[in-house]
């Protein structure tokens, strides 16, 4: 079996699909985008394809250390997410070839099925109680919602007071069972992100994601004093990235996107390097099914995954949503807050191609906000 040609899909709302089809007939689909750059990963999936043409999909760990290493400069959002998609694609494939799920070729399950969460609040976050009393009542027993609006590195209290009231608001109305993850989005630099964190205790989050960027790492050290799970890893791109943080014992919580950080192939390496640390995983996944779908394949080989993201209903999905793009819209049914692992070939969905080429004419440009602070200065969105 060789590759034999490949298709790209720009689709909104912000996603970007990648189809690789082999000389034997068989189809595999992936989701390379970094959001807010979608056109540019599309670009370096192409220079990646035009390197594999012609070799056997089923050598993945090959045809990985090739996309990677055989490049001098190498990592980052961008290459990375090329190779995720790719790397899903293949995988897809050789599930079809062997006409089982991906997991059954990883090992098998660890697990039936998964926690999943909810996002609610959007960007600038308000009446969170009344939205996460809403996904509640559509079975999801955890939320997860951005903290803040923008952050000056100090700030007035009273920003602080105003995520107070928003996560007590939703505590009170849900009670103490209730998950509440609190996204910092990494809008919070070290000065406020302590202020907030000792703040936020006493209401015992499911985790805060991302207290300051990547970059600031270190300063883990000072809020994992908290009894609070820290989360982070989304903007962590392969195993490299997270070997520091996890010999560090500052991070409870790693989030890889399978869309962005390597794909199936890194992203259970990365969750194995975390168990050995005793550090639980959350993949990212704001995206689409696809990505999701790789996911929770991964999800079910790992004994560490413990909640999934997922995006049905996120903010972000105005023109299209999850399960706009998939045949079978019950393989991501939400039972009493988890989802089953998908047990049909491949990634374990089928992707309705006639609609993805349809939706693809019309496409998307979607970019990540700007924002400002009141002097002019950028702030983190």
């Not at 004994?303 to 023109?319: D, P, T, V």
């Amino acid at each position: 079996m060789k590759i034999k040609d490949y298709e790209l899909y720009q689709v909104p709302p912000r996603w970007l699909f990648l189809k690789i089809t082999t000389d034997e007939g068989i189809e595999g689909w992936g989701e390379p985008v970094i959001e807010g750059k979608a056109s540019t990963v599309k670009a370096a999936v192409r220079e990646l394809m035009d390197t594999i043409i012609g070799e056997n999909p089923s050598n993945i760990e090959g045809l990985w250390n090739q996309m990677y290493r055989s490049s001098f400069y190498r990592g980052g959002p961008i290459l990375m997410s090329a190779i995720a998609g790719i790397d899903q694609a293949l995988w897809d494939i050789k599930g079809k070839y062997f006409n089982a799920p991906i997991h059954e070729l990883m090992g098998g399950k660890a697990r039936k099925s998964i926690k999943v969460y909810s996002w609610i609040g959007g960007d600038r976050p308000s009446d969170v109680a009344l939205e996460a009393k809403k996904v509640a009542d559509k079975g999801f027993t955890a939320i997860k919602m951005n903290a803040t609006e923008e952050l000056q590195y100090i700030d007035d209290f009273n920003k602080v007071q105003e995520v107070i009231n928003r996560v007590e608001a939703i505590r009170n109305e849900m009670g103490d069972n209730f998950g509440i993850g609190i996204d910092f989005h990494g809008r919070v630099h070290k000065p406020m992100a302590k202020i907030l964190v000792k703040e936020l205790e006493q209401y015992h989050p499911l985790f805060i994601e991302e207290p300051v960027l990547p970059e600031h790492n270190d300063v883990l050290k000072i809020l994992s004093n908290y009894s609070v799970p820290i989360a982070t890893g989304e903007r962590m791109f392969s195993r490299y990235d997270y070997k520091d943080i996890l010999a560090s014992g500052y991070v409870d919580i790693i989030q890889p996107d399978l869309s962005h950080a390597g794909g199936i192939t890194e992203c259970k390496k990365i969750i194995s390097m975390a168990e050995s640390y005793d550090v639980a995983a959350a993949p990212h996944c704001p995206l689409g099914p696809i990505a999701l779908a790789a996911c929770l394949q991964v999800d079910a080989t790992c004994h560490n995954a413990f909640i999934q993201e997922q995006s049905l209903g996120i903010h972000y999905n105005k023109s299209n949503d999850l399960l706009d793009y998939i045949k079978d819209r019950s393989i991501f049914n939400y039972d009493k807050g988890f989802v089953k692992i998908p047990n049909k070939a491949g990634l374990g969905i089928e992707i309705n191609e006639d609609y993805v080429k349809e939706r693809a004419k019309e496409g998307h440009n979607w970019k990540n906000p700007v924002w400002k602070h009141k002097d002019g200065s950028i702030a983190e969105w």
